[in-house]
């Protein structure tokens, strides 16, 4: 267990970003996943701004990788004009 008291801060602090950090990673994937089952072009263009600004909100804060941002922001591009 942590003795000194920046330890005990430095475990609260950790917690705390973990649990947001899940909140956002799961959001974002719900709303990629709720993309990817639309058929409809017109509301999945009227979506995909909102959808792209929170997966760049994540890169942005390292909650994903840039990289694996752009791989779902190109999937989703592909999966628009797909239609």
């Given at each position: 267990m942590a003795y000194h008291l920046?330890?005990?801060?430095?475990i609260?602090?950790?917690?705390?970003?973990?649990?947001?950090?899940r909140y956002?990673?799961?959001t974002s994937r719900n709303?990629?996943?709720?993309?990817?089952?639309?058929t409809e072009k017109e509301a999945l263009i009227s979506e995909a701004?909102?959808?792209i600004s929170m997966i760049d909100?994540?890169?942005?804060?390292?909650i994903i990788h840039k990289n694996?941002?752009?791989n779902l922001k190109s999937k989703l591009a592909r999966?628009?004009?797909?239609l």
């Open positions: 920046s330890a005990k801060k430095r609260r602090q950790t917690e705390t970003r973990r649990e947001e950090n956002y990673a799961r709303a990629v996943k709720k993309m990817h089952s639309m701004p909102k959808v909100k994540l890169a942005k804060k390292n694996k941002a752009a999966h628009i004009n797909s």
